[in-house]
Every structure is written in structure tokens, then in C-alpha cells.
């Protein structure tokens, strides 16, 4: 209930809960299924890893969760330009919960690309991979997305500054990462191999957890959308009998 | 009762605001003395932290641009809120001026603020830590200092738009100014390094100023396209 | 922008230039709260509107509305034949702002407040002396001229505020509380400028009802963010104003 004072009352109508509802069974489903499949192939079908062993599963897991993060900062960098043409409160909130999902995602990714860095290279944290230092700095910039947006006291105000901010770090990141690889890239020769280098079974268990990750994504994002919206107008419900 | 007046242009409008900047700068001090104290502060610190008596390289690089860095948050910090700590901000949103106005003076202020702030901070550096000498086989510094401020000039003046609203400035801009300013910050390094080691040479230096200047041209067109968002209303 | 100009006499002239303030529908929301829900009010140009309510009642909302400074979140505001918050540029030169706070930069002096006031709003270089020189003049400045204003008294801050929100030779003054810092001597100072001989439209927000009731040709009451009442002052009683405080 704290969380529902910070976005405008206004789109917390039945039709925005029920359109955020639409299709979130479906995406729970298919990604329970994808994931299932997923994990079936990670551990049953694709070839151990001549050096990592097992260890080297949790590849699967990092990388799919690092692009579902990325992708959902951009997507929230999208809703965003969406809010700021529309004014309509519910891109924002679109965008919020986005944002926040991907933070949680990429906590994730975080810790399991320092256990993979464990098992790879016997460090927990490797400043030679660019792509998990480019991670880092996003990550950083968006753990600030929420201690701004709450600094804010009109959410009209919240939601246009948040809005901005989505923005500036959506195209933050392409040139974070191209930074980043250019400092590594001419000291240091890349650790990771493209995805053209993997074995075939290899390559299909990992797009399908990629796809299972995504699908994930979707399911969670329209999970909280549906829950916030839901006591929004529970509270507004509740502001309108007491008055 | 009017016929004499026009609304100014944008470019107009913008000096008068850069002017009226300049000139509360030169009266006041705030900006440039606290940020050049803390300059020095800060390389005395680097003294103590590293225990060397001079430096040169990448180690000179990297606490030349991490103080200039820091000083650079201080000047972001102060860019809008002194605005309003001066009492005259919603003068300038009521007046007939194109908002976009109050980006270019204030990126502009800040350029020349940091511009200002960096010549005293190199010559500090020399005279306190710098191992070679200054000279003039450290003249490609000169394109690399302009496409850092214009690159800070761009995202500071964005940053102190977003963070003057909110309850918690101090604390919100740097953690805002750091991640976005790291790019320039290997940028800058990267290409100082070669600058400021024992004979002085240039090394990649197309490859970095590369860098910067794509990185500037993006966030002087995303201020450009944001900026009136953050400061309407 | 001699094109904005263009267009503002024009639209002035097409709605006959009769009101200088149409606001219906008017709403703006605060969170949760509605600041001003449903206002609706005319004003034709030249009259002065006083608009009384408690604090909270929505009257500073209202003005910084028709300010340009907050936009309307529904309804249709007109503030000299433009509709806001799309056309707010090109009437923002035509409105004077006097408010609580004199929106002055404290380390400049006056002369150097009022002249950056000048160029903002379009002033021609070589007039803003002479501009600045009169206004100081007309609001009992010109010894204390260039010294920062950080030094001002409040009653000096309120007059460099009048003569800051004078420059532009406004058409449309929005006066908030502006006897509040004014000793009877500054207040019949500035009356040429901001009282009813000036020929301005005026809306004037005030706690002060017989003030405001004598100023003004149409009253509004505002009761938490609703007109309460909106006709010409004479028929409104200074008790009826009263009851809104209550």
C-alpha cells in the first residue's frame, strides 16, 4: 500500500488493471514450461564443458538473466519516451515496474557472474571481462532510479524526472558497453567467445533459457503491474467510502 | 504599449542568463574557490594514499581526472540549486524565453567553470605531483579537456535539472554523475596517460577523442530533446 | 518571435479582446488531492478579481496556474486569448507575477535584477537603462540602486519585486497577498502601478477581504479547491466572504 501514494491515482481504473492482466497466465505458463525445458536440456543434452565441468552451467543462467535485464532497462528507457508524448500515468507506472524488475534481475546476474567468475578464472570479480564491468556500471546507474524518483514529492513531477532518467541511462548503456570494451579490448584479449563458437547443442539449450528468461520477464512484469494497480485502486476504493 | 518589445531569441535569452551567471560567479566565488580548494585538498590526499612525491603515466592520469571529477560533481551540484538558493529561478520560468534557453546558459556556465577550473588544476598538479615537466609535447591535452567538459557540461547540466526537485541533492548527484560520467572518464584517462608520462607522447589519441566526441554529440542531443521535460511545470 | 506577437493581437482581437480570463473545467490534481477540481470563472479585460479562501483552498494553485507555472491537469484555461499550458509562451511576456517571494537574485543589485528582468523579456539594449533608471525611480530605489539585495528590507524586496514584475508593462497582473510586507507609505507607492489606475486586469489572491472586496470587480470563493461563489464583488457580502474561513 505504501508504493500506491507514489504514482498517480488517475490510471488506476479497472480497465488499466484488467489490460495489465491480459495474457499473464499465458506468460506464466510459457515461461514455467521454457524454463522446465530449459534446464532439461542445460543438464541432460548439452556437452559438459571440457575445463568447467558442471560449474560451467551456470552460463545458462547468467547470461540469459544479464540480457533479460538489459533488455527490460531499455524497454523501461522506451515506455518512458512513451510516458512523456502520452502523459498517460500508466506508461509510467509500465515503466517503473520495468526498471525495478530488471534491477532485481540483474542483482541476480551480478551474483551469478561472480560464481561463474569463481569457477572460470578462480576470482570472484574479473575486471578483464567487459561485459560484466559495462553490468556493473548500468547497474549502479539504475540502483539510482528509485532513491530519485522517491526524492520527489509530486508524483506528476516523480513521474516526468523518472521518465528523463529511464532515458538518459536507456542510451547510457550502448556506450557504456562500447566504453568499456574499448579500454579492456586493447590490453586484454576477450575472455568470452561469441555465441557463433558454441557447439550446437550448446547453442539451442541456450537460447531456449533465453527465451524461458524472457518469457519470465514478461510473466513478472505483468505480475506486478497487475498487483500494483490492483491496490491503487483498492486505496482509491477505500479513500472513496471513507470520504 | 508594447511596440518596441519582442520576445528575445534563444540565443539572446541565453547570454543574458550566462551573463547574469558570469557575474554572480565573479562576485560570489562560491563555485570556482571550493572547487579549486578541494583540487588541492584532494591531491594532497593522493599524495598521502599513494606516498610518492610525483607521478606520471596512468597513475597521473587517473588522479588528475578523478580530482577533476569530483570538483566537476561539486560545480553540478551547484549549477541549478544556486538558482534557487539565489531566489530568482521561477523568474526565469515565467519569462518569455525559449526553456531551451536555460540549457545553453547553463551548459555553457558549467563549460567555462570547468575549463577554468581544469587550467588551475593542471598547473597545481604540475607544480605539486606531476613527474615530466609541463610543455608543449602535452598540448593534445587541449582537445581532450574540451570534449571531457563538453561531455560534463552536457550530463551535469541534465543531472542538477533532475536533482534540484528532489529532497536529496547532495547525495542524489553524485551517485547520478558517476556511472554516467565513467565513459569520459576513460575517455580522458586513457588518453592522458601517454600525455603525462616521463616523455610525453600520444598514443590511440584519435581512438579516445573518437570516443568522446560520440559520447558528447549523444547527450548534447539528449539534453537538447529532454531538457524542457525536466523543468516544466 | 515577432510571430508570436502577431497571433496574440490577433486571437485578441477575434474573441473581441472583451475577456482577458476564461477558465472553465479547470482541474489540478496534487497526488491524490485535487488542488482545484471544476473551477470556472471569467474575467473581462481590464477588471480586477479578488479570490478569497482559506489556506489550502486552492488560491495559489490557481494563480501559478494562470501564471504559466503549473499546468492544467483537465479543463480549458484562456489567459489573454491563449490557451494554456500549449500557447503559455507566447502570453508569458504579457504577465506580471507579484508573490511571496520577490524572484530577485540576492548577490546582484537592483539596478543589475531589474535590467537582466529587461532582457529576458525582450527589452532592446540600448532601452534597458532608461527602462531600469524609470522603474527604479517609480518604486524609490534609485538611492539604494547598486547595492546587492540581500541588504533590502522586506518592504524594499516587495517594491524591487513590484518594479521587476512591472517591467515587461504587463497587461495582466497576478498580485499574491501584495500588502502583506508593504508598510500604508510603499503600498500608496506602488497603488499607481498595481492598483486599479493602472487600467490592468488584475487578480488579486488575499486573506484580506475588505481589501480585496473594495479592489475588485468580480469575487471568487474557493473552498478546498471548489468555487464556492463567483460573481460581481458589489453583491458580495464581506460576512459571505467571511464564512469561508470558517
Sequence with gaps: MTQSRFFSSRSATRSSADSFSRGLVGYAFAAAATLTLAGLLVFFWAPQDADQGMRQKIFYLHVPLSIAALCGFIAGGVMAIQYLRTRDSSWDLRSYVAIHLSLIFGVAALITGAIWAKTAWGVWWEWKEPTLVSFLIVFLL?????PMRFAIDDPERQARSAAVYAIICGAFVPLNFMAVRLATSLVHPRVLGGAGEMPAEMRVSFYTSLIGMGLLWMALWKFELTAKSVSMRLGKLRAELIS | MNESKETPGL?????????????LELRTMETLTTAAIFTVATFVVFHFAFDRYEMSGDIAAGVFWVTVLFAAVLAINRLLSNERAQGGYEALLLAPIDRNAILFAKFAFLFVTLTLLEIFALLAF???LLGPALSTEMLPLAPVLLLANIGIAAIGTLI???????NARELLVPLMSLPLLTPLLIGAARASTPLMSLVPHTEHLDRWLGLMALYDS??????????????ED | MPQAADSTAGHLRRSGGDLAICVSGLTRHYGERAALQNVGFELPAGQTLAVFGAN???KTTLLRVLATLLRPHEGDVHVLGQALPDDAYAVRGQIGLIGHEALVYRDLTARENLAFTARLYGEPKNRVATVVNEMLERVHLEGRADEPVRNFSKGMMQRLSAARALIPRPQLLLLDEPRANLDPGAAQLLDPFIGPAAGRTRVIVTHDIDYGLEQADVALGLRL???EWCRP????????????YR
Design chain 1, 142 to 146: 539504475y540502483a539510482v532510479y528509485q
Design chain 2, 11 to 23: 540565443f539572446a535569452a541565453a547570454g543574458a542568463i550566462l551573463r547574469k551567471d558570469l557575474r
Design chain 2, 126 to 128: 604540475a607544480l605539486l
Design chain 2, 160 to 166: 542538477s535539472a533532475l536533482a534540484t526537485d528532489t
Design chain 2, 218 to 231: 549523444v547527450f548534447a542531443l539528449l539534453a537538447f530533446a529532454v531538457f524542457e521535460y525536466v523543468i
Design chain 3, 56 to 58: 489550502g483552498a486552492g
Design chain 3, 225 to 227: 479547491g471548489r468555487v
Design chain 3, 233 to 244: 464583488a458589489a453583491q458580495v457580502g464581506a460576512d459571505e466572504a467571511r464564512e469561508l
